[in-house]
């Protein structure tokens, strides 16, 4: 019995408030490399998805505050694409600290260098100039017309976000193909102000609370970044996971005990 309340505590203490997103992208190439089919990405999920989940992925730019780009996805970039987006379709759970890579050489997402999961749609064409990642559930639609800023996102739930090789998410102006505005219902994201085409995640896997993990993953200096080489699939690293200090599990635990032990007095 006080092993089974160990375990759910410990599983409690890494559960995240719905203010933060579910997926944290761990890095992304815009260069193919000299050997091409190199635009990896990869995510660590910050929330546990079921079997049968569906997660989508497009570089497509969000604008907002400008006349005809108000809310809406670039439809002309990527989501007009037969087969757009990238979707993967889970056949198994995907669990938190679980660290998914997409592998541009063999048009899969993989875990531990194996294939995850189904993948289906078209993958991106990410820019050298400034690019964006968006993760979503649901399905964003075309509302129609000629304007290039048509994709509507009322359907979707955002999971995550991630920005890169340009100033960061855009503030004010137009948007692009290389820059957007960060939509305000992702929640926590991140970006790398700097110009390299290549970043990666490259600080530590392991814990003691949520807040150190996000901690490390939005500090600059736990990122390396290669304005030529990309980064190959197998680099992204191990799992992440967070096990609280021994001693605030013995605390939190001997408090449990003692208050059962009122209550069976009682």
Known sequence: MLKKFFLALALAGVTLGSAQADVFFLGANSDDGAGGDQENF????????AA???????????????????????????????GAPLTLTLTSNLSFGQVVVYNDATNQFEWQGAAFGTTTGLESNF????DQIFAYTGTITNDGGTNAYRGNPTGITYQGAFNWANPGWLNSGAGSTSNSYLPVAVGTSFFLADSFDNVQYTGARTFNSNGEMLAALSDSNNWSQDDVNPYAANTYGADFSVVPEPSSLAILGLASLIGLGLRRRS
């Open 52 to 82: 049968g989940s569906v997660i989508n992925f497009t570089d497509s730019s969000y604008g907002t505050n400008v006349a005809g780009q108000e809310d809406r996805f670039r439809w002309t970039e990527h989501l007009q694409d037969a």
């Open 42 to 49: 990869a995510f660590v999920a910050l929330s546990n998805y």
């Open 127 to 130: 820019s050298t100039g400034g």
